[in-house]
């Protein structure tokens, strides 16, 4: 059951251009930056991402794609008997001496950062890896902290953070939902 929408389409669009002025300051211009969005819906935001910060340098900033289905810690944890869906990771750029800012929609335990974390290194050896995120609700496992950060919204371990998207959901918004 929806409890609020924390973030409407005009407050999203005002986080990702935030967060694209962050990214071009804090690694003084885009030269050698990549944005790698986890799939599903941190690809949608790396590439939202990517248009502001075009517009914002007039340069582009390439966009990959990474699924980090088989670097999970849960993987061994079945609800079925399903192998899990694996949709493939596409990061058409060496990684090696980049800066890679992973991109997802919510960080919450850390454990999908970790699992991304793990994927791109196998891609290679980056320079630096930073965390870009809509939304950071909390709740920490690991001891990961996110680079940039759209909004922190604080949840009770019985709430949970979902995440729409045009692309994917038809909408734009973010919400807390009772479990």
Request: hydrophobic letters at 40%.
């Amino acid at each position: 059951m929806q409890k609020a929408v924390v973030m409407d389409e005009q407050a999203i669009r005002r986080a990702l251009t935030r967060i694209a002025h962050e990214i071009i300051e804090r690694n003084k211009g885009i030269d050698g930056c990549v944005l790698v969005g986890i799939k599903t819906r941190g690809i949608y935001l790396a590439r939202r991402l990517a248009e502001r910060i075009e517009q914002i340098e007039g340069a582009s900033v390439p966009v990959g794609e990474l699924d980090i289905t088989l670097y999970r810690d849960d993987l061994t944890v079945k609800t079925d008997d399903h192998e899990p869906l694996v949709k493939g990771t596409n990061v058409p750029f060496p990684v090696n001496e980049q800066k890679v800012i992973l991109v997802d929609d919510v960080l919450f335990t850390g454990r999908t950062v970790r699992a991304a974390m793990d994927a791109v290194m196998d891609l290679g050896r980056p320079a630096r890896i930073q965390l870009a995120v809509l939304v950071d609700r909390g709740h920490r496992e690991l001891p990961i902290r996110a680079d940039f950060v759209g909004k922190n919204v604080p949840t009770s371990s019985a709430e949970v953070i979902v995440v729409e998207l045009s692309e994917v959901d038809g909408v734009d918004q973010v919400s807390i939902h009772e479990k």
